[in-house]
């Protein structure tokens, strides 16, 4: 719990570097809305890569490709 929120403050604080206040909410919605999707889709899925999450959420390769390293590390993903 600890660590999710230490790596809360810190992609906020990354972030607040470099966006306007008000989008930085709205892309932070996004994320958690678009996690809990992908955790809803994993439990489906028979398999589960970068390729078919991209695909399947119209995501680049290499967003899909993090947002699974980022679940996975979180316990969120197995």
Same mark, same amino acid.
């Given at each position: 719990m600890c660590r999710s929120l230490v790596n809360k403050v810190t992609r906020f @604080? @990354? +972030?607040? $570097?470099v966006a306007d %206040?008000? *989008? *930085?909410v709205l892309f932070e919605d996004? +994320?958690?809305e678009l996690e809990e999707e992908v955790v809803s889709?994993?439990?489906e899925a028979k398999s589960l890569n970068a390729e078919t +999450? $991209?695909?399947?959420?119209? *995501? %680049? *390769?290499?967003? $899909?490709a993090f947002l699974l390293t980022k679940l996975k590390r979180e316990g969120r993903l197995a």
């Open positions: @604080q @990354q +972030l607040m $570097a %206040p008000e *989008l *930085l996004w +994320l958690e889709f994993a439990k +999450l $991209a695909e399947r959420f119209g *995501l %680049p *390769l290499a967003g $899909a």
